[in-house]
């Protein structure tokens, strides 16, 4: 597997981050899935509901929040959809720094708390109709993060908020490997856990995602006090997403 392996500190970076807010890891503030505000819950009411199905992910590590109506949720939509080719690239260098940190300095946090290295990575492919290789894909490839797996999107797959098994398909070997999903949002995390399915069925000892973002609606009565009380703080990549503090 290709990696990122020099060491990497925040003054490194090659755009600015300052604007966007680390994950929160806190018991019943936070999810302890998602990082998403909870009211004295272990989990949000969608990660609970998840909680039936067999096989989903060992860890969730968003690496930052998206805020919406900010520039970290424009980031986020921009670097896809922008009509300018040069504000689609803007946001993409950010989107690419973000994971370039993220992989370089935790990508390990996960491999030490599931008990087994990361081995392979994958992005989770479009499921809509957009045409040619999704920005996430290409920023991924320019990185040298992708390998000897391949997650490919299923004949008759939707992108819907339904995890299923058979959304994606595998090629490469996993079997016996811990296999890293990389995506760029977290809204509900049917893609993310769909895709963790599919690996493990493909035989997958363990599955971990990291994503560069989870979706706040800053108008929701959680997020709204969660954002003006917890959320003040520059952006730090050297706080861990998986402890949201110092690394394991």
Same mark, same amino acid.
């Given at each position: 597997?290709?990696?990122?392996?020099?060491k990497v500190?925040?003054?490194? &970076? #090659? *755009?600015?981050?300052e604007f966007?807010?680390?994950?929160? !890891?806190?018991?019943?503030r936070? @999810? +302890?899935v998602?990082a998403t505000?909870?009211?004295?819950?272990?989990l949000c009411w969608?990660?609970?509901d998840h909680?039936?199905i067999?096989g989903?992910?060992?860890?969730?590590a968003?690496?930052?929040?998206?805020?919406?109506?900010?520039?970290? &949720? #424009? *980031?986020l939509?921009?670097?896809?959809n922008?009509?300018? !080719?040069?504000?689609?690239?803007? @946001? +993409?260098?950010?989107?690419?720094?973000?994971?370039?940190?993220?992989v370089?300095l935790?990508e390990?946090?996960?491999?030490?708390?599931?008990?087994?290295?990361?081995?392979?990575?994958?992005?989770i492919?479009?499921?809509?109709?957009r045409?040619?290789?999704h920005?996430m894909?290409s920023?991924a490839?320019?990185l040298g993060?992708?390998?000897?797996?391949?997650?490919?999107?299923?004949l008759?797959?939707?992108?819907?908020r339904?995890?299923d098994d058979?959304?994606?398909?595998?090629?490469?070997?996993v079997?016996?490997?811990?296999?890293?999903?990389?995506?760029?949002?977290?809204?509900t995390g049917?893609?993310a856990?769909?895709a963790?399915?599919?690996?493990?069925?493909a035989?997958a000892?363990?599955?971990s995602?990291?994503v560069?973002?989870r979706?706040?609606?800053?108008?929701?009565?959680?997020?709204?006090t969660?954002?003006?009380?917890?959320l003040g703080?520059?952006?730090?990549?050297?706080?861990?997403?998986?402890?949201?503090?110092?690394?394991?």
């Amino acid at each position: 597997m290709s990696a990122l392996t020099s060491k990497v500190s925040p003054q490194d &970076a #090659a *755009v600015p981050l300052e604007f966007l807010r680390n994950v929160v !890891r806190e018991p019943m503030r936070t @999810c +302890g899935v998602c990082a998403t505000p909870v009211d004295g819950y272990q989990l949000c009411w969608r990660c609970r509901d998840h909680q039936h199905i067999d096989g989903l992910a060992d860890l969730v590590a968003p690496l930052a929040y998206a805020i919406d109506g900010t520039e970290s &949720a #424009a *980031v986020l939509r921009n670097y896809k959809n922008h009509p300018l !080719r040069c504000e689609r690239e803007r @946001c +993409g260098s950010i989107v690419g720094e973000v994971l370039r940190l993220g992989v370089s300095l935790h990508e390990r946090c996960l491999g030490e708390v599931v008990g087994q290295p990361v081995s392979a990575r994958v992005v989770i492919p479009s499921l809509t109709s957009r045409l040619g290789t999704h920005p996430m894909i290409s920023i991924a490839e320019s990185l040298g993060l992708m390998g000897d797996v391949v997650l490919r999107p299923a004949l008759d797959a939707r992108c819907d908020r339904v995890v299923d098994d058979e959304k994606f398909t595998v090629d490469g070997a996993v079997a016996g490997r811990h296999v890293l999903v990389l995506d760029d949002v977290w809204t509900t995390g049917s893609n993310a856990q769909s895709a963790t399915l599919t690996l493990r069925r493909a035989g997958a000892t363990a599955v971990s995602v990291m994503v560069i973002a989870r979706w706040l609606t800053a108008g929701h009565p959680l997020s709204t006090t969660f954002i003006r009380e917890r959320l003040g703080e520059d952006y730090n990549p050297l706080a861990c997403p998986v402890t949201g503090h110092r690394c394991p």
